[in-house]
RNA sequence: UGGGGCGUAGCCAAGUGGUAAGGCAUCGGGUUUUGAUCCCGUGUACCGCAGGUUCGAAUCCUGCCGCCCCAGCCA
């Protein structure tokens, strides 16, 4: 990193601990718990604590922050490391779980106990909550919280060998029932129950709390930094601080590792709550986990997004304290940008309407070439057969057009791209009167790439020649709610977006008979698009719009429409 | 009404006592066989508010206001 480039307050921070010599190497961790799919808040994290080690030279763990088995299952497991993966980030042989620290743990448990720092409760859950006391009360101290450490070291080993039922007891930190810091009021440390655990099988029947395991794990593993934020993979910011740190204070690792939090990141239109998330899929609002409109990982990979994208959208976030809600156009923006450069041109017709010229002869295909990009001459041309009848873009006629519509309308001109000017004749109606069908006539001296050819029109549209072209079920996505921050609201429903999903059967030109999994093209003035991972087949095609092109066009025709009703 | 955190333009965000960077969006204009891309231009930000300290304050002090989080044997 350069003298001049900014840094974030926690670059600033691990900048600043290897100047001084603190530290020599940056040890950071992403510690998800695998209880559901990551999503685009996750991403930051991930970009986050993957990317300031590999800037320094350092390494990352990946944990699995797996101390509450019931929850948890191999699934997200197989999830989470597909998608930090598939993020480019790569954990090496730093694969670890909270569960390979339950022996460690359970020692430390004992060893707090003897310190007369832990003591066994046993009181219910509901009397723990009464003796907890309120925001503006202190709580109460439970009657069992005398115990002599004798007495609590032998519960504590007859909890761990299966002596109790759940909940019959809990081990708890002695700390302060009158903290103002709701965290410090004699938090639980372990509880029981009677599950296996996706990673411990069944040896254990007690299971350490988040914030009695995070800490000490970070201390296992000598993370120097241990970076956190609300509700994704860890904590509730600094509230947590005084007992991550308690806990190191009284059990003195080897290891002193620090703990800094970050504010997490909202994105407009979307959720990210487990809870909402979880109610999308279960109601079947969406197909799934990896359904293309999901904020998850799963589903923005399948939906096309580009990594190079997220990786700049997070970027472009920034890392601060401040709570967050960022627009779905700067996402948006990152995608086109990303894929502009990147992703080869095609033609595609996503509602057909047909133009038959009357004057080209029958029977006869002429082969155009295409450039793949126009910024881009390295990444070559392709050809497309034209021929007497083509598919043209319903959008793209218009009978009563507006004066600055420099599409095709009747009497007008356009340039079919890559191909001839042509000029509507007659518009074919069926009995409903419907417009099923333009009789044009093309100039012949106006084909592209010839010496003649250079006469002006002011529109171009894209276009399919019938004959060849490849069917194709087209899904156009759009965002999930309507709802600037659905977060924030309690019930969904309302806030959904009915017209998230459109399906359309287009035409493709020949050449997107190769389209690939995993590759994304530009179709020309719509998008961009890709072939659905799990349901595309050369055989049927299914393919995923990724995001629209900008449309100055549609602002203003909704603009236009704005002002109509304003007048109305 | 307890504790913690945060308030700089529509959305992000630099800035750490010397007179408000940058990105995205917006709005103009130019180029263009994608109304895309690209290029150029475009912002009087009461720096949450009010006082104070200072030659000088977004930066320091005091008070206030607003938003977020915390009362799981979840993470």
Same mark, same amino acid.
């Given at each position: 990193m350069?003298?001049?480039e900014?840094r974030?307050?926690i ?5 600043d601990?290897l100047?001084s ?6 040890v950071t961790?992403?510690?998800?718990e ?7 808040g996750?991403v930051m994290s991930?970009?986050l604590?993957?990317?300031?080690a590999?800037?320094?030279g350092?390494?990352?763990?990946l944990?699995l922050?797996?101390t ?10 197989d ?9 480019g980030f ?6 670890t779980h909270?569960?390979d620290?339950f022996?460690?743990?359970y +020692?430390?448990a004992?060893r707090?106990?003897e310190?007369?720092? #832990? ?7 509901d009397e723990?909550?009464?003796?907890r006391?309120?925001l ?14 004798e007495?609590n070291l032998d519960?504590f080993r007859r909890m761990?060998a299966?002596e109790?039922?759940?909940?019959e007891?809990?081990?708890r #930190?002695?700390?302060?029932m009158s903290s103002p810091n709701?965290n410090?009021?004699d938090p639980a ?5 009677h ?11 007690i299971?350490?709390?988040?914030d009695?395991a995070h800490?000490l794990s970070?201390a ?12 994704l ?5 600094e ?5 991550y740190?308690w ?12 703990q800094?939090?970050f504010?997490r ?7 990210t ?8 899929v279960?109601?079947?609002?969406v197909s799934?986990w990896?359904d293309?409109?999901m ?9 096309g997004?580009?990594v190079a ?12 304290k401040k709570?967050?809600l960022?627009?779905?156009g700067?996402?948006?923006n990152?995608?086109? +940008? ?10 595609a017709?996503?509602r057909?309407?047909?133009?038959v010229?009357t004057?080209?002869?029958?029977n006869?295909?002429?082969m155009? +070439?295409?450039?793949?990009?126009p910024?881009?001459?390295e990444?070559?041309?392709r ?5 007497r009848?083509?598919?043209i873009?319903q959008d793209?006629?218009m009978?009563?057009a507006?004066r600055k519509?420099?599409?095709l309308?009747?009497?007008? +001109?356009?340039?079919l ?5 042509i000029?509507?004749d ?6 409903a009167?419907?417009?099923v069908e333009?009789?044009c ?5 106006t ?8 006469r002006?029109?002011k529109?171009?549209?894209?276009w399919v020649s019938c004959e060849h072209?490849?069917d194709?079920r087209?899904r156009l996505y759009?965002r ?5 921050n659905?977060n924030a609201v309690d019930d969904?429903?309302? #806030?959904?977006?009915p017209?998230s999903l ?5 035409k493709?030109?020949?050449a997107l ?7 994304a ?11 659905d991972?799990?349901e595309?087949?050369a055989a #049927?095609r299914?393919?995923n719009?990724?995001?629209?092109l900008?449309?100055?066009w549609a602002?203003?025709?909704k603009?236009?429409?704005q002002?109509?009703?304003q007048?109305?």
């Amino acid at each position: 990193m350069s003298e001049t480039e900014k840094r974030d307050f926690i670059r600033q921070i691990i900048h600043d601990d290897l100047e001084s010599g603190k530290h020599s190497e940056i040890v950071t961790r992403f510690p998800p718990e695998p209880n559901g799919y990551l999503h685009i808040g996750h991403v930051m994290s991930i970009c986050l604590n993957f990317g300031v080690a590999a800037e320094t030279g350092g390494r990352t763990f990946l944990r699995l922050d797996d101390t509450n088995p019931g929850k948890e299952s191999k699934e997200y497991v197989d999830a989470i490391k597909r998608d930090v993966h598939w993020l480019g980030f790569d954990w090496q042989d730093r694969l670890t779980h909270a569960s390979d620290y339950f022996g460690q743990l359970y +020692e430390s448990a004992c060893r707090l106990i003897e310190m007369g720092g #832990a003591y066994v409760d046993s009181l219910s859950a509901d009397e723990i909550r009464e003796h907890r006391g309120t925001l503006t009360e202190p709580g109460r101290n439970s009657p069992y919280r005398d115990r002599s450490v004798e007495e609590n070291l032998d519960l504590f080993r007859r909890m761990r060998a299966g002596e109790f039922g759940d909940g019959e007891h809990v081990l708890r #930190a002695r700390i302060d029932m009158s903290s103002p810091n709701m965290n410090m009021r004699d938090p639980a440390l372990y509880r029981i129950r009677h599950i296996p655990h996706q990673n411990a099988g069944d040896e254990w029947c007690i299971y350490p709390m988040y914030d009695f395991a995070h800490g000490l794990s970070d201390a296992y593993e000598h993370i120097t930094h241990s970076l956190c934020t609300h509700s994704l993979c860890t904590l509730e910011f600094e509230d947590h601080r005084p007992l991550y740190d308690w806990f190191l204070d009284q059990l003195k690792p080897e290891y002193r590792p620090r703990q800094i939090e970050f504010s997490r990141l909202n994105l407009a239109y979307a959720v990210t709550s487990k809870r909402k998330l979880n109610t999308l899929v279960d109601e079947g609002i969406v197909s799934g986990w990896d359904d293309p409109r999901m904020p998850t990982i799963a589903g923005m990979r399948r939906r096309g997004y580009p990594v190079a994208a997220l990786r700049e959208f997070v970027t472009r976030a920034g890392v601060t304290k401040k709570d967050k809600l960022i627009e779905m156009g700067v996402l948006e923006n990152c995608i086109r +940008e990303t894929l502009g450069e990147q992703a080869e041109r095609r033609m595609a017709v996503l509602r057909p309407l047909k133009v038959v010229l009357t004057n080209y002869p029958e029977n006869t295909v002429e082969m155009m +070439e295409a450039m793949n990009h126009p910024g881009r001459p390295e990444l070559g041309t392709r050809e497309m057969p034209f021929s007497r009848e083509l598919w043209i873009e319903q959008d793209d006629f218009m009978e009563d057009a507006p004066r600055k519509f420099f599409r095709l309308k009747p009497g007008g +001109e356009v340039r079919l791209r890559f191909g001839y000017i042509i000029r509507c004749d007659e518009v074919v109606r069926n009995t409903a009167g419907d417009v099923v069908e333009l009789r044009c006539s093309y100039d012949p001296d106006t084909r592209s790439g010839t010496a003649s050819s250079d006469r002006k029109v002011k529109g171009t549209i894209h276009w399919v020649s019938c004959e060849h072209a490849i069917d194709a079920r087209v899904r156009l996505y759009d965002r999930l709610f309507n709802e600037a921050n659905p977060n924030a609201v309690d019930d969904i429903h309302g #806030a959904l977006n009915p017209e998230s999903l459109e399906i359309v059967d287009g035409k493709l030109e020949p050449a997107l008979a190769e389209l690939s999994a995993g590759q994304a093209v530009q179709f020309e003035r719509l998008g961009y698009f890709c072939a659905d991972e799990k349901e595309d087949s050369a055989a #049927a095609r299914v393919i995923n719009r990724i995001v629209t092109l900008r449309d100055s066009w549609a602002k203003l025709e909704k603009q236009a429409m704005q002002q109509q009703n304003q007048v109305v």
